[in-house]
């Protein structure tokens, strides 16, 4: 796993919190890969820390099958937060980006 930019993490959290607000996201492993399979997710964000990795192995290979962007974070508990949960979550995907956009442009 490459070693991804503090900013670049920033980055992918901004994005899903505007995308929760202005936008439509969808949280956990099972859901994100749905809308990547369906090709309807505009960026995905996995955690690095998630155990077993069986969870979220499949979904970086599809997301480049399918030109998502996607972006590792290590920590799920804080990709669970910035998704408006109480608990750690495995992926992130984005649906509709919202005000997101331009900060997923420039992630991808």
């Known amino acids: 796993m490459a070693e ?8 992918a959290y901004e994005a899903i919190e505007l ?5 439509k996201i969808k949280k956990g492993a099972n859901e994100v ?3 990547v399979e369906k090709g309807t997710a505009k960026l995905v964000v996995i955690a690095q820390d998630v155990s077993p990795k069986e969870i979220i192995m499949h979904l970086e290979p599809l997301c480049k099958e399918k030109n998502i962007p996607y972006v590792e974070v290590p920590v799920k508990d804080d990709l669970g937060a910035a998704a408006g ?14 005000e ?3 900060i997923i442009k420039e992630l991808s």
């Open 85 to 98: 949960l109480r608990v750690g979550t495995a992926s992130v995907a984005v649906v509709k980006e919202g």
């Open 19 to 23: 995308a929760k607000k202005t936008g």
């Open 33 to 35: 890969t749905k809308v």
């Open 100 to 102: 997101s956009k331009k």
């Open 4 to 11: 991804v930019s503090k900013e670049k993490i920033s980055k």
